[in-house]
């Protein structure tokens, strides 16, 4: 299980994998690397 926080809103996002909608919105609107540094666990 993979743990992302948003810095921005602080909303958090759990995923098995890297389907999750939230996820790839954020990958769309900050870039890939970027979100994989928000990741928490």
């Known amino acids: ?3 992302y ?3 921005h809103t602080g909303e958090i996002v ?3 994998g ?3 909608k ?3 919105e954020w990958k769309s609107e900050h870039g890939s690397a970027t979100v994989e540094s928000w990741l928490i666990r």
């Open 22 to 24: 939230t996820l790839k």
């Open 14 to 16: 759990e995923t098995k």
């Open 1 to 3: 299980m993979k743990v």
């Open 18 to 20: 890297g389907n999750h």
């Open 5 to 7: 926080k948003n810095p």
